[in-house]
T-cell receptor
Framework: DSGVTQTPKHLITATGQRVTLRCSPR?????VYWYQQSLDQGLQFLIQ???????AKGNILERFSAQQFPDLHSELNLSSLELGDSALYFC???????????????FGEGSRLTVL | GQQVMQIPQYQHVQEGEDFTTYCNSS?????IQWYKQRPGGHPVFLIQ?????EVKKQKRLTFQFGEAKKNSSLHITATQTTDVGTYFC???????????FGKGTLLTVNP
């Protein structure tokens, strides 16, 4: 158990819909990362937050947004869903520092999204 | 932007054979990390390398970081069925906060 909690574990929805994935980082970790994993693309970095502020952005679509709340949990919102958005979405956390995250990432078990 | 390439994509070995996966970055890295993801699981951290030319060992696993800090390798000696999974390298460049993962190498071991 990494200490990172993601909900829901599985989600099936239709094209055009909107979903929210939730992540609770390990106790004390200030940095939260979101990754998308699909079969042919490996782990694609989406976005990182540190203590509530966006720190780095990857290839995150405009239909996707995220935020980190004062209690440090994070949510990833996916809207106008398309078939190609079907993937496993991982959240990871690390202690981080104000100068950037260092050290290992602790991954949650992921949220598997299926868009029909 | 920063790209991390990893080869091979797949590797099937007989139990007891050695295995190596290679990682190359398009830019100089400040550090590189390695993760293992078991089938149906989530990535789990194995190790971080920071120094140029660094070599670290964990039992049968040997990790190397290139002199130019642009490449790395993971070598497993005498593979076991418990080594099955996808091995990812992940690099962080300079002041760049994001950790870029390679596409991984899926290792299967025939008992």
């Amino acid at each position: 158990d990494s200490g990172v909690t993601q909900t829901p574990k599985h989600l099936i929805t239709a094209t055009g819909q909107r979903v929210t994935l939730r992540c609770s980082p390990r106790s004390g970790d200030l940095s939260v990362y979101w990754y998308q994993q699909s079969l042919d693309q490996g782990l694609q970095f989406l976005i990182q937050y540190y203590n509530g502020e966006e720190r780095a952005k990857g290839n995150i679509l405009e239909r996707f947004s995220a935020q980190q709340f004062p209690d440090l949990h994070s949510e990833l919102n996916l809207s106008s869903l398309e078939l190609g958005d079907s993937a496993l979405y991982f959240c990871a956390s690390s202690p981080g520092t104000s100068g950037g995250a260092t050290g290992e990432l602790f991954f949650g078990e992921g949220s598997r999204l299926t868009v029909l | 932007g920063q790209q991390v390439m990893q080869i091979p994509q797949y590797q099937h070995v007989q139990e007891g054979e050695d295995f190596t996966t290679y990682c190359n970055s398009s830019t100089t890295l400040s550090n590189i990390q390695w993760y293992k993801q078991r089938p149906g699981g989530h990535p789990v951290f194995l190790i971080q390398l920071v120094k140029s030319g660094e070599v670290k060992k964990q039992k049968r696993l040997t990790f190397q970081f290139g002199e130019a800090k642009k490449n790395s390798s993971l070598h497993i000696t005498a593979t076991q069925t418990t080594d099955v999974g996808t091995y990812f390298c992940a690099g962080r460049g300079g002041s760049n906060y994001k950790l870029t993962f390679g596409k991984g190498t899926l290792l299967t071991v025939n008992p």
